[in-house]
């Protein structure tokens, strides 16, 4: 498979802890993206860290990349129930031109 | 607003049917995809197109078609050659450029069959 491998599967933190999930790939790419699911709906784009790009910030959103290592990760500071949800990874490996999705990891905060 | 509109939400088929899941955008978007998520699983690409009357297979095009006559628009027809088709199915899109695989989704339609 050219699919990003997610780990944990599953987390469950308390409210005000921070949640580290990591995403590991196959082949070289341009960039990783990761998307966050609310549970029924559909994906929605968090954040993008190009190949180039060792570590992002956005808002409560840590990423960092490791190309050597092929591998992320995505660090959401001080946890709210409302971040609850299933968190993906994708890029787009080579010789591919469409985004491939990792199985995720959920995500559960518990107030 | 802008984003993508998929219907219907939920849809019960019976076997040996044929059902179409609509989508549309109003982004202005030149590529829309179709993928299928099956419980505790990541996302599969269906059918994806890049620009209006051409389309590409996916990973498992197998049972399914599209048609793309206009730009808003990329309807999935699940056919009744389709062995396991209850799923949930999202429709996405994305712009061309540097990073045209930065994908908006719709809320997704969730199909099952009786």
């Known amino acids: 498979s050219q699919q990003g491998e997610e780990d944990p599967q599953a987390l469950s933190i308390q409210e005000g802890e921070n949640a580290t999930m990591n995403c590991s790939y196959k082949?070289?790419?341009?960039?990783l993206q990761w998307y966050r699911q609310n549970s029924g709906r559909g994906l929605v784009h968090l954040i993008l860290?190009?190949?180039?790009?060792r570590e992002k910030h956005s808002g409560r959103l840590r990423v960092t990349l490791d190309t050597s290592k092929k591998s992320s990760s995505l660090l959401i500071t001080a946890s709210r129930a409302a971040d609850t949800a299933s968190y993906f990874c994708?890029?787009?490996?080579?010789?591919?031109?469409?985004?491939?999705f990792g199985k995720g990891t959920m995500l559960l905060v518990s107030p | 607003d802008g984003g993508i509109t998929q219907s219907p939400k939920y849809l019960f088929r019976k076997e040996g049917q044929n059902v179409t899941l609509s989508c549309e955008q109003n982004?202005?978007?030149?590529?829309m995809y179709w993928y299928r998520q099956d419980p505790g699983q990541g996302l599969r690409l269906i059918y994806y197109s890049q620009i209006v009357n051409d389309f590409q297979k996916g990973d498992i095009a197998e049972g399914y078609s599209v048609s793309r006559e206009k730009k808003e628009s990329f309807p999935l027809t699940v056919t009744s050659a389709q062995k396991n088709p209850t799923a949930f199915y999202l429709c996405?899109?994305?712009?061309?450029?540097?990073?045209?695989?930065?994908?908006?989704f719709g809320a997704g339609s969730r199909l099952t069959v009786l």
């Open positions: 994708a890029n787009v490996p080579a010789g591919y031109s469409t985004l491939t």
């Open positions: 860290i190009r190949s180039n790009e």
């Open positions: 082949t070289s790419i341009n960039n």
């Open positions: 982004l202005n978007h030149d590529a």
């Open positions: 996405a899109s994305s712009m061309q450029g540097y990073e045209a695989n930065v994908l908006t």
